[in-house]
Protein backbone atom coordinates (compact mmCIF):
# COMPACT_ATOMS: atom_id res chain seq x y z
CA UNK A 1 0.00 0.00 0.00
CA UNK A 2 1.47 3.03 -1.25
CA UNK A 3 0.69 6.41 0.91
CA UNK A 4 -2.17 9.06 -0.54
CA UNK A 5 -0.98 11.80 -2.28
CA UNK A 6 -2.34 14.64 -3.44
CA UNK A 7 -2.06 15.92 -7.50
CA UNK A 8 -3.26 18.93 -8.83
CA UNK A 9 -4.84 18.70 -12.51
CA UNK A 10 -5.37 21.87 -14.58
CA UNK A 11 -6.53 24.55 -15.40
CA UNK A 12 -3.21 24.25 -17.52
CA UNK A 13 -3.27 21.23 -18.83
CA UNK A 14 -2.28 19.68 -22.47
CA UNK A 15 -5.15 17.52 -22.97
CA UNK A 16 -7.91 19.92 -21.28
CA UNK A 17 -9.73 21.50 -23.78
CA UNK A 18 -11.27 24.41 -20.96
CA UNK A 19 -9.65 25.40 -17.54
CA UNK A 20 -11.00 23.16 -15.22
CA UNK A 21 -9.12 22.39 -11.81
CA UNK A 22 -8.93 19.13 -10.11
CA UNK A 23 -7.13 17.84 -6.88
CA UNK A 24 -6.70 14.09 -7.50
CA UNK A 25 -5.97 12.34 -4.40
CA UNK A 26 -4.31 9.27 -5.79
CA UNK A 27 -2.91 6.31 -3.79
CA UNK A 28 -0.49 3.78 -6.16
CA UNK A 29 -1.91 5.18 -9.63
CA UNK A 30 -5.52 4.88 -8.36
CA UNK A 31 -7.74 7.77 -8.13
CA UNK A 32 -8.96 7.86 -4.96
CA UNK A 33 -11.24 10.91 -5.00
CA UNK A 34 -11.67 14.16 -7.58
CA UNK A 35 -12.16 17.33 -6.22
CA UNK A 36 -13.36 20.00 -9.15
CA UNK A 37 -13.16 23.64 -8.84
CA UNK A 38 -13.91 26.05 -11.71
CA UNK A 39 -14.13 29.80 -11.43
CA UNK A 40 -11.15 30.55 -13.72
CA UNK A 41 -13.03 32.29 -16.26
CA UNK A 42 -16.12 33.88 -14.86
CA UNK A 43 -17.43 37.13 -16.86
CA UNK A 44 -20.46 38.33 -15.36
CA UNK A 45 -22.39 37.97 -18.48
CA UNK A 46 -25.78 37.58 -16.67
CA UNK A 47 -25.17 40.79 -15.04
CA UNK A 48 -24.99 42.34 -18.32
CA UNK A 49 -28.49 42.32 -19.18
CA UNK A 50 -29.00 45.91 -16.94
CA UNK A 51 -26.34 47.40 -19.24
CA UNK A 52 -27.70 45.58 -22.79
CA UNK A 53 -31.12 45.79 -24.13
CA UNK A 54 -33.30 42.93 -24.49
CA UNK A 55 -32.53 42.85 -28.23
CA UNK A 56 -28.66 43.80 -27.95
CA UNK A 57 -28.41 40.99 -25.11
CA UNK A 58 -28.79 38.35 -28.15
CA UNK A 59 -24.85 39.54 -28.90
CA UNK A 60 -23.98 38.15 -25.56
CA UNK A 61 -26.05 35.07 -25.11
CA UNK A 62 -23.91 34.29 -28.32
CA UNK A 63 -20.49 34.55 -27.17
CA UNK A 64 -21.45 32.75 -23.66
CA UNK A 65 -19.71 29.77 -25.56
CA UNK A 66 -17.55 29.25 -28.66
CA UNK A 67 -19.00 26.36 -29.69
CA UNK A 68 -22.99 26.04 -29.09
CA UNK A 69 -22.27 29.92 -29.95
CA UNK A 70 -25.99 29.27 -32.18
CA UNK A 71 -27.80 27.61 -29.37
CA UNK A 72 -27.31 29.87 -26.79
CA UNK A 73 -28.64 32.80 -29.31
CA UNK A 74 -31.49 30.33 -29.72
CA UNK A 75 -32.55 29.64 -25.79
CA UNK A 76 -31.92 33.11 -25.05
CA UNK A 77 -34.46 34.14 -28.15
CA UNK A 78 -37.14 31.67 -27.42
CA UNK A 79 -37.03 32.87 -23.54
CA UNK A 80 -37.46 35.94 -24.50
CA UNK A 81 -40.46 35.44 -27.09
CA UNK A 82 -42.03 33.48 -24.10
CA UNK A 83 -41.82 36.66 -22.11
CA UNK A 84 -42.98 39.01 -24.21
CA UNK A 85 -45.66 36.32 -26.03
CA UNK A 86 -44.29 36.84 -29.69
CA UNK A 87 -45.21 34.17 -31.95
CA UNK A 88 -42.42 33.08 -34.67
CA UNK A 89 -42.95 32.50 -37.91
CA UNK A 90 -42.76 29.17 -39.24
CA UNK A 91 -39.97 29.99 -41.54
CA UNK A 92 -38.04 30.86 -38.82
CA UNK A 93 -38.40 27.48 -36.88
CA UNK A 94 -37.16 25.75 -39.06
CA UNK A 95 -34.31 28.05 -40.22
CA UNK A 96 -33.42 27.96 -36.19
CA UNK A 97 -33.47 24.39 -36.20
CA UNK A 98 -31.73 23.62 -39.15
CA UNK A 99 -28.52 25.71 -37.93
CA UNK A 100 -28.54 24.27 -34.70
CA UNK A 101 -28.41 20.99 -35.77
CA UNK A 102 -25.35 21.89 -37.75
CA UNK A 103 -24.02 23.41 -34.65
CA UNK A 104 -24.34 20.11 -32.84
CA UNK A 105 -22.31 18.53 -35.68
CA UNK A 106 -19.95 21.00 -35.62
CA UNK A 107 -19.74 20.55 -31.73
CA UNK A 108 -19.73 16.72 -31.92
CA UNK A 109 -17.31 16.71 -34.61
CA UNK A 110 -14.72 19.13 -32.63
CA UNK A 111 -15.26 16.46 -29.92
CA UNK A 112 -14.62 13.45 -31.52
CA UNK A 113 -11.53 15.33 -33.05
CA UNK A 114 -10.36 15.74 -29.52
CA UNK A 115 -11.53 12.13 -28.11
CA UNK A 116 -8.75 10.96 -30.85
CA UNK A 117 -5.76 13.56 -29.86
CA UNK A 118 -6.40 12.73 -26.22
CA UNK A 119 -5.87 9.09 -26.67
CA UNK A 120 -3.19 9.84 -29.47
CA UNK A 121 -4.82 9.18 -32.68
CA UNK A 122 -3.62 12.34 -34.47
CA UNK A 123 -4.80 11.26 -37.80
CA UNK A 124 -7.75 10.68 -36.76
CA UNK A 125 -8.43 13.85 -35.18
CA UNK A 126 -7.17 16.05 -38.52
CA UNK A 127 -9.66 13.85 -40.36
CA UNK A 128 -12.88 15.21 -38.06
CA UNK A 129 -11.54 18.28 -38.01
CA UNK A 130 -11.50 18.63 -41.91
CA UNK A 131 -14.62 17.00 -42.29
CA UNK A 132 -15.97 19.83 -39.62
CA UNK A 133 -14.86 22.43 -41.97
CA UNK A 134 -17.23 21.49 -44.38
CA UNK A 135 -20.45 22.82 -41.75
CA UNK A 136 -18.28 25.79 -40.55
CA UNK A 137 -18.23 26.53 -44.35
CA UNK A 138 -21.86 26.49 -44.73
CA UNK A 139 -22.18 28.37 -41.87
CA UNK A 140 -19.87 31.30 -43.50
CA UNK A 141 -21.91 31.25 -46.87
CA UNK A 142 -25.34 31.45 -44.98
CA UNK A 143 -24.76 33.31 -42.14
CA UNK A 144 -21.12 34.98 -42.39
CA UNK A 145 -19.61 33.90 -39.57
CA UNK A 146 -18.24 31.07 -38.81
CA UNK A 147 -18.49 30.65 -35.08
CA UNK A 148 -20.53 33.39 -33.42
CA UNK A 149 -23.40 33.99 -35.97
CA UNK A 150 -25.47 36.47 -35.28
CA UNK A 151 -27.94 34.62 -37.57
CA UNK A 152 -31.09 34.26 -33.83
CA UNK A 153 -33.17 37.12 -33.18
CA UNK A 154 -36.19 37.95 -31.61
CA UNK A 155 -38.96 37.13 -32.90
CA UNK A 156 -36.94 35.39 -36.03
CA UNK A 157 -34.04 34.85 -37.94
CA UNK A 158 -31.52 37.56 -39.18
CA UNK A 159 -30.94 36.35 -42.65
CA UNK A 160 -33.42 33.93 -44.92
CA UNK A 161 -31.43 30.42 -46.45
CA UNK A 162 -33.30 30.11 -50.10
CA UNK A 163 -34.86 26.91 -50.81
CA UNK A 164 -32.45 26.06 -53.72
CA UNK A 165 -29.46 26.98 -51.22
CA UNK A 166 -30.76 24.46 -48.46
CA UNK A 167 -30.79 21.73 -51.18
CA UNK A 168 -27.19 22.39 -52.08
CA UNK A 169 -26.23 22.29 -48.60
CA UNK A 170 -28.53 18.95 -48.18
CA UNK A 171 -26.17 17.68 -50.74
CA UNK A 172 -23.06 18.67 -49.07
CA UNK A 173 -23.68 17.05 -45.61
CA UNK A 174 -24.74 13.82 -47.72
CA UNK A 175 -21.18 13.80 -49.58
CA UNK A 176 -19.68 14.73 -46.67
CA UNK A 177 -21.94 11.99 -44.05
CA UNK A 178 -19.93 8.93 -47.18
CA UNK A 179 -16.66 10.17 -45.72
CA UNK A 180 -17.92 10.52 -41.64
CA UNK A 181 -18.88 6.93 -42.37
CA UNK A 182 -15.25 5.50 -42.28
CA UNK A 183 -14.40 7.56 -39.43
CA UNK A 184 -17.37 5.94 -37.70
CA UNK A 185 -15.77 2.52 -38.35
CA UNK A 186 -12.53 3.71 -36.89
CA UNK A 187 -14.35 5.03 -33.67
CA UNK A 188 -17.06 2.09 -33.63
CA UNK A 189 -14.71 -0.94 -34.41
CA UNK A 190 -10.59 -0.15 -34.16
CA UNK A 191 -9.48 -2.20 -32.13
CA UNK A 192 -6.89 0.57 -30.68
CA UNK A 193 -9.39 3.25 -30.25
CA UNK A 194 -11.99 0.37 -27.69
CA UNK A 195 -8.83 -0.55 -25.96
CA UNK A 196 -8.69 3.09 -24.70
CA UNK A 197 -12.52 3.58 -24.39
CA UNK A 198 -14.53 0.17 -23.72
CA UNK A 199 -14.92 -0.14 -19.87
CA UNK A 200 -13.25 3.21 -19.00
CA UNK A 201 -15.37 5.79 -16.71
CA UNK A 202 -18.16 3.82 -16.29
CA UNK A 203 -21.12 5.51 -14.26
CA UNK A 204 -24.02 3.53 -13.76
CA UNK A 205 -27.58 4.54 -14.83
CA UNK A 206 -28.67 5.08 -11.09
CA UNK A 207 -26.05 6.93 -10.36
CA UNK A 208 -26.60 9.29 -13.31
CA UNK A 209 -29.87 9.66 -12.65
CA UNK A 210 -29.15 10.62 -8.46
CA UNK A 211 -26.35 13.08 -10.17
CA UNK A 212 -28.51 14.39 -13.08
CA UNK A 213 -26.43 14.04 -15.87
CA UNK A 214 -27.47 15.22 -18.83
CA UNK A 215 -27.31 15.15 -22.71
CA UNK A 216 -24.89 12.44 -24.70
CA UNK A 217 -23.12 11.48 -20.94
CA UNK A 218 -26.59 10.81 -19.39
CA UNK A 219 -28.05 8.77 -22.79
CA UNK A 220 -24.49 6.37 -22.99
CA UNK A 221 -25.75 4.90 -19.34
CA UNK A 222 -29.26 4.76 -20.56
CA UNK A 223 -31.09 8.00 -19.28
CA UNK A 224 -33.86 8.10 -21.89
CA UNK A 225 -33.96 12.19 -21.87
CA UNK A 226 -33.17 14.67 -25.09
CA UNK A 227 -35.62 18.28 -24.95
CA UNK A 228 -35.72 17.65 -28.99
CA UNK A 229 -38.51 14.35 -27.70
CA UNK A 230 -40.55 17.11 -26.73
CA UNK A 231 -41.40 18.63 -29.77
CA UNK A 232 -40.77 22.62 -29.06
CA UNK A 233 -40.27 24.66 -32.57
CA UNK A 234 -39.47 22.50 -35.71
CA UNK A 235 -38.93 19.79 -34.15
CA UNK A 236 -42.78 19.32 -33.34
CA UNK A 237 -42.95 18.51 -37.27
CA UNK A 238 -40.29 15.69 -37.40
CA UNK A 239 -41.97 12.57 -38.55
CA UNK A 240 -40.31 10.53 -36.12
CA UNK A 241 -37.37 10.82 -33.36
CA UNK A 242 -35.72 8.16 -31.49
CA UNK A 243 -33.15 8.93 -29.37
CA UNK A 244 -29.95 7.34 -29.58
CA UNK A 245 -29.06 5.53 -26.25
CA UNK A 246 -26.63 2.99 -24.43
CA UNK A 247 -26.66 1.37 -21.64
CA UNK A 248 -22.68 0.39 -21.28
CA UNK A 249 -22.06 3.57 -19.49
CA UNK A 250 -18.81 4.09 -20.40
CA UNK A 251 -16.25 6.43 -22.90
CA UNK A 252 -16.75 3.97 -25.52
CA UNK A 253 -20.77 4.53 -25.20
CA UNK A 254 -20.11 7.98 -24.50
CA UNK A 255 -18.61 7.82 -27.72
CA UNK A 256 -20.86 5.86 -29.69
CA UNK A 257 -23.82 8.21 -28.94
CA UNK A 258 -22.28 11.28 -30.00
CA UNK A 259 -20.99 9.58 -33.40
CA UNK A 260 -24.53 8.73 -33.86
CA UNK A 261 -25.77 11.65 -33.13
CA UNK A 262 -23.91 13.44 -36.23
CA UNK A 263 -25.64 11.03 -38.58
CA UNK A 264 -29.29 11.86 -36.64
CA UNK A 265 -28.48 15.28 -37.04
CA UNK A 266 -28.30 15.05 -40.63
CA UNK A 267 -31.30 13.43 -41.39
CA UNK A 268 -33.17 16.01 -39.28
CA UNK A 269 -32.02 18.65 -41.74
CA UNK A 270 -32.82 16.83 -44.86
CA UNK A 271 -36.37 16.10 -43.14
CA UNK A 272 -36.61 19.77 -42.65
CA UNK A 273 -35.34 20.92 -45.62
CA UNK A 274 -38.34 18.81 -47.61
CA UNK A 275 -40.75 20.44 -45.24
CA UNK A 276 -39.70 23.79 -44.70
CA UNK A 277 -42.56 26.50 -45.59
CA UNK A 278 -42.61 29.77 -47.45
CA UNK A 279 -43.27 32.81 -45.53
CA UNK A 280 -41.56 35.36 -43.86
CA UNK A 281 -38.44 35.24 -41.18
CA UNK A 282 -38.48 37.97 -39.30
CA UNK A 283 -40.55 40.44 -37.75
CA UNK A 284 -40.55 43.74 -36.05
CA UNK A 285 -40.52 43.57 -32.13
CA UNK A 286 -42.50 46.76 -30.51
CA UNK A 287 -42.47 46.50 -26.54
CA UNK A 288 -40.91 45.50 -23.64
CA UNK A 289 -41.20 42.29 -21.44
CA UNK A 290 -43.59 43.45 -18.69
CA UNK A 291 -42.77 44.43 -14.93
CA UNK A 292 -43.19 41.17 -12.70
CA UNK A 293 -43.39 38.79 -15.89
CA UNK A 294 -41.06 35.47 -15.91
CA UNK A 295 -40.06 32.91 -18.76
CA UNK A 296 -38.43 29.40 -18.49
CA UNK A 297 -36.93 27.69 -21.76
CA UNK A 298 -35.19 24.28 -22.26
CA UNK A 299 -33.19 23.22 -25.15
CA UNK A 300 -31.13 20.23 -26.39
CA UNK A 301 -27.18 21.80 -26.76
CA UNK A 302 -25.03 19.48 -28.06
CA UNK A 303 -23.56 18.87 -24.36
CA UNK A 304 -27.12 18.42 -23.33
CA UNK A 305 -30.41 20.11 -21.85
CA UNK A 306 -29.92 23.73 -21.03
CA UNK A 307 -32.40 25.65 -19.23
CA UNK A 308 -32.84 29.25 -19.70
CA UNK A 309 -34.66 31.79 -17.21
CA UNK A 310 -35.62 35.76 -17.84
CA UNK A 311 -37.68 38.13 -15.58
CA UNK A 312 -38.87 41.48 -17.06
CA UNK A 313 -39.32 44.75 -15.28
CA UNK A 314 -41.34 46.80 -17.62
CA UNK A 315 -38.12 48.47 -19.18
CA UNK A 316 -35.78 47.45 -22.40
CA UNK A 317 -33.72 46.06 -20.31
CA UNK A 318 -34.18 42.38 -18.11
CA UNK A 319 -34.38 42.13 -14.26
CA UNK A 320 -32.44 38.86 -14.54
CA UNK A 321 -31.50 36.56 -16.80
CA UNK A 322 -30.28 33.10 -15.92
CA UNK A 323 -28.65 30.14 -17.66
CA UNK A 324 -27.87 26.26 -15.98
CA UNK A 325 -25.68 24.72 -18.76
CA UNK A 326 -25.49 21.29 -19.20
CA UNK A 327 -21.71 21.01 -18.24
CA UNK A 328 -22.67 21.96 -14.70
CA UNK A 329 -24.96 19.41 -14.30
CA UNK A 330 -22.43 16.82 -15.64
CA UNK A 331 -19.49 17.81 -13.50
CA UNK A 332 -21.35 15.22 -10.48
CA UNK A 333 -21.33 12.45 -12.79
CA UNK A 334 -17.37 12.88 -14.00
CA UNK A 335 -16.41 12.94 -10.52
CA UNK A 336 -18.08 9.74 -9.86
CA UNK A 337 -16.55 8.44 -13.25
CA UNK A 338 -13.20 10.00 -11.66
CA UNK A 339 -13.28 7.48 -8.17
CA UNK A 340 -11.13 4.16 -8.64
CA UNK A 341 -9.77 5.04 -12.44
CA UNK A 342 -6.22 5.29 -13.26
CA UNK A 343 -4.79 8.48 -12.86
CA UNK A 344 -3.80 7.53 -17.25
CA UNK A 345 -7.10 7.65 -17.91
CA UNK A 346 -7.97 10.95 -16.29
CA UNK A 347 -7.75 12.98 -19.09
CA UNK A 348 -9.42 10.70 -21.08
CA UNK A 349 -12.91 10.47 -18.40
CA UNK A 350 -13.07 14.40 -18.18
CA UNK A 351 -12.93 14.54 -22.03
CA UNK A 352 -16.11 11.88 -22.44
CA UNK A 353 -18.05 14.52 -20.63
CA UNK A 354 -17.59 16.87 -22.92
CA UNK A 355 -16.93 20.01 -20.40
CA UNK A 356 -17.52 23.63 -21.76
CA UNK A 357 -16.26 25.17 -18.59
CA UNK A 358 -16.55 28.58 -20.09
CA UNK A 359 -20.13 28.09 -20.90
CA UNK A 360 -20.56 26.53 -16.95
CA UNK A 361 -19.04 29.77 -15.62
CA UNK A 362 -20.05 32.71 -18.10
CA UNK B 1 -12.63 -5.33 -33.96
CA UNK B 2 -9.57 -4.65 -36.70
CA UNK B 3 -7.55 -1.84 -37.54
CA UNK B 4 -6.33 -0.11 -41.25
CA UNK B 5 -9.52 1.73 -41.52
CA UNK B 6 -8.01 5.20 -42.48
CA UNK B 7 -5.83 3.37 -44.72
CA UNK B 8 -8.22 4.56 -48.07
CA UNK B 9 -8.38 7.88 -46.71
CA UNK B 10 -4.48 8.29 -46.33
CA UNK B 11 -3.80 7.13 -49.66
CA UNK B 12 -6.73 9.40 -50.89
CA UNK B 13 -5.09 12.65 -48.98
CA UNK B 14 -1.56 11.24 -50.23
CA UNK B 15 -2.51 12.36 -53.72
CA UNK B 16 -5.68 14.80 -53.55
CA UNK B 17 -4.30 18.60 -53.53
CA UNK B 18 -3.47 20.11 -50.08
CA UNK B 19 -6.59 21.42 -47.92
CA UNK B 20 -4.99 24.51 -46.96
CA UNK B 21 -3.57 27.30 -48.69
CA UNK B 22 -0.50 28.81 -48.59
CA UNK B 23 -1.15 32.56 -47.01
CA UNK B 24 0.03 35.08 -47.85
CA UNK B 25 1.21 34.24 -51.35
CA UNK B 26 -2.45 32.57 -52.10
CA UNK B 27 -5.38 35.28 -51.17
CA UNK B 28 -8.10 33.87 -48.90
CA UNK B 29 -11.51 33.55 -50.82
CA UNK B 30 -14.48 35.19 -49.18
CA UNK B 31 -17.84 34.70 -49.27
CA UNK B 32 -20.81 36.69 -50.00
CA UNK B 33 -22.30 36.82 -46.95
CA UNK B 34 -18.31 37.10 -45.13
CA UNK B 35 -18.25 39.80 -42.62
CA UNK B 36 -15.29 41.62 -42.83
CA UNK B 37 -15.59 45.26 -42.30
CA UNK B 38 -17.59 48.34 -42.08
CA UNK B 39 -17.54 50.97 -44.79
CA UNK B 40 -19.60 54.32 -45.01
CA UNK B 41 -20.80 55.92 -47.99
CA UNK B 42 -19.67 59.23 -46.23
CA UNK B 43 -21.31 60.87 -49.43
CA UNK B 44 -24.92 60.01 -48.51
CA UNK B 45 -24.40 59.71 -44.90
CA UNK B 46 -26.31 62.70 -43.10
CA UNK B 47 -24.58 62.29 -40.05
CA UNK B 48 -27.85 61.18 -38.05
CA UNK B 49 -25.92 59.31 -35.12
CA UNK B 50 -28.03 56.53 -35.09
CA UNK B 51 -25.58 53.82 -35.79
CA UNK B 52 -23.52 55.34 -33.08
CA UNK B 53 -26.58 55.16 -30.92
CA UNK B 54 -26.71 51.37 -31.78
CA UNK B 55 -23.81 50.26 -31.76
CA UNK B 56 -23.18 47.53 -28.94
CA UNK B 57 -19.68 48.32 -28.59
CA UNK B 58 -19.37 51.99 -28.91
CA UNK B 59 -16.96 51.70 -31.77
CA UNK B 60 -18.72 54.00 -34.12
CA UNK B 61 -18.54 57.80 -33.10
CA UNK B 62 -20.01 60.40 -35.19
CA UNK B 63 -18.96 64.20 -34.68
CA UNK B 64 -21.29 66.18 -36.25
CA UNK B 65 -20.00 69.90 -36.09
CA UNK B 66 -16.80 68.75 -37.86
CA UNK B 67 -18.55 66.53 -40.14
CA UNK B 68 -16.72 62.88 -39.77
CA UNK B 69 -17.35 59.67 -39.23
CA UNK B 70 -14.81 57.37 -37.03
CA UNK B 71 -14.84 54.14 -36.76
CA UNK B 72 -12.81 51.97 -34.00
CA UNK B 73 -12.13 48.44 -36.14
CA UNK B 74 -10.77 46.73 -32.63
CA UNK B 75 -14.02 47.23 -30.95
CA UNK B 76 -16.39 46.42 -33.98
CA UNK B 77 -17.58 42.75 -33.62
CA UNK B 78 -19.22 42.83 -36.63
CA UNK B 79 -23.09 42.29 -35.76
CA UNK B 80 -24.86 44.55 -38.45
CA UNK B 81 -27.04 46.58 -35.69
CA UNK B 82 -25.54 49.62 -37.44
CA UNK B 83 -26.67 48.12 -40.67
CA UNK B 84 -29.63 47.84 -39.90
CA UNK B 85 -30.53 50.74 -38.13
CA UNK B 86 -28.96 53.56 -40.87
CA UNK B 87 -32.14 55.61 -42.21
CA UNK B 88 -29.84 56.62 -45.20
CA UNK B 89 -28.28 52.72 -45.81
CA UNK B 90 -25.16 54.35 -46.07
CA UNK B 91 -23.50 51.16 -43.97
CA UNK B 92 -22.32 48.26 -45.90
CA UNK B 93 -20.83 44.93 -44.34
CA UNK B 94 -17.84 44.07 -46.72
CA UNK B 95 -16.69 40.80 -47.05
CA UNK B 96 -12.71 41.38 -46.74
CA UNK B 97 -11.06 41.76 -43.41
CA UNK B 98 -8.81 44.65 -42.29
CA UNK B 99 -5.31 44.29 -42.12
CA UNK B 100 -3.88 42.56 -38.47
CA UNK B 101 -2.16 45.99 -37.05
CA UNK B 102 0.73 47.09 -34.52
CA UNK B 103 -1.10 49.40 -32.52
CA UNK B 104 -4.99 50.05 -32.01
CA UNK B 105 -6.55 52.76 -34.48
CA UNK B 106 -9.17 54.37 -35.71
CA UNK B 107 -10.21 55.00 -39.09
CA UNK B 108 -12.13 58.23 -39.57
CA UNK B 109 -14.19 59.44 -42.74
CA UNK B 110 -14.37 62.74 -43.23
CA UNK B 111 -16.95 64.33 -45.66
CA UNK B 112 -15.65 65.81 -48.56
CA UNK B 113 -15.73 69.17 -49.03
CA UNK B 114 -18.56 70.17 -51.78
CA UNK B 115 -17.95 71.49 -55.18
CA UNK B 116 -19.28 75.11 -56.74
CA UNK B 117 -22.00 73.26 -57.94
CA UNK B 118 -23.03 71.03 -55.12
CA UNK B 119 -22.78 74.41 -52.93
CA UNK B 120 -24.92 75.80 -55.15
CA UNK B 121 -27.22 73.22 -55.60
CA UNK B 122 -27.66 72.71 -51.56
CA UNK B 123 -28.46 76.14 -51.33
CA UNK B 124 -30.94 76.47 -53.34
CA UNK B 125 -32.53 73.12 -52.19
CA UNK B 126 -32.44 74.95 -48.79
CA UNK B 127 -34.21 78.29 -50.32
CA UNK B 128 -36.98 76.52 -51.90
CA UNK B 129 -37.47 74.88 -48.44
CA UNK B 130 -37.39 77.85 -46.74
CA UNK B 131 -39.29 79.00 -48.95
CA UNK B 132 -41.99 76.03 -48.73
CA UNK B 133 -42.59 76.55 -44.90
CA UNK B 134 -43.07 80.27 -45.22
CA UNK B 135 -45.63 79.29 -47.68
CA UNK B 136 -47.03 76.76 -45.26
CA UNK B 137 -47.04 79.02 -42.80
CA UNK B 138 -48.39 82.09 -44.37
CA UNK B 139 -52.04 80.16 -45.56
CA UNK B 140 -52.17 78.73 -41.71
CA UNK B 141 -52.07 81.82 -40.64
CA UNK B 142 -54.47 82.94 -43.20
CA UNK B 143 -56.80 80.32 -42.17
CA UNK B 144 -56.76 81.20 -38.59
CA UNK B 145 -57.37 84.75 -39.03
CA UNK B 146 -60.03 83.52 -41.10
CA UNK B 147 -61.81 81.15 -38.51
CA UNK B 148 -61.26 84.11 -35.92
S1 LIG C 1 -26.84 56.04 -39.18
FE1 LIG C 1 -26.15 56.21 -41.32
S2 LIG C 1 -26.66 58.31 -41.88
FE2 LIG C 1 -26.75 58.24 -39.65
S3 LIG C 1 -24.67 58.84 -39.00
FE3 LIG C 1 -24.67 56.60 -39.12
S4 LIG C 1 -23.93 56.18 -41.17
FE4 LIG C 1 -24.55 58.32 -41.17
S1 LIG D 1 -21.19 46.07 -36.86
FE1 LIG D 1 -21.96 46.20 -34.74
S2 LIG D 1 -20.11 46.48 -33.51
FE2 LIG D 1 -19.53 46.94 -35.62
S3 LIG D 1 -19.76 49.13 -35.78
FE3 LIG D 1 -21.70 48.23 -36.48
S4 LIG D 1 -22.99 48.17 -34.65
FE4 LIG D 1 -20.88 48.53 -33.95
Known amino acids: MGNKTVIPFGPQHPVLPEPLHLDLVIEDEKVLEAIPQ ?65 SRIHSHMLWLGLLADAFG ?48 IVERLDKMIVEYKQLLKVFLKDRSVKSRLVGVGYISKEDAFKAACVGPFGRASGLEEDIRMFGFGAYGDLADFKLITSNDGDGYARSEVR ?23 NQKIKGTPEAGSYAVSRLEQPRGECYYFAKGNGTKFLER ?21 DLADVPLNVLTIDPCISCTER | MGSFHL ?33 CDIKTCILCGICEKRCPTYAITVNKPDETWTIN ?16 TCLDMKPDYTKAATE ?3 VTIKKPELT ?4 AAKEAAEKEKAERIAKAKAAKDAKDTKAT
Open chain 1, 259 to 281: ALEIIQSVDIIKELVDKIPDGPY
Open chain 1, 38 to 102: IGFVHRGLEKLVSKKDYMQFVLVAERICGICAFGHSLGYSETIEALMKIEVPKRAEYLRVIWHEL
Open chain 2, 7 to 39: TKMSFKNLVKKPATKMYPVVAPTYTKMTKGHIA
Open chain 2, 104 to 106: MST
Open chain 1, 121 to 168: YENLFMQCWRLREVVLDIFEETTGGRVILTACNVGGVEQDIENSELKG
Open chain 1, 321 to 341: FRIRTPTSQNVAGMVQTLQGC
Open chain 2, 73 to 88: RFACIQCYSCVRACPK
Open chain 2, 116 to 119: AEEK
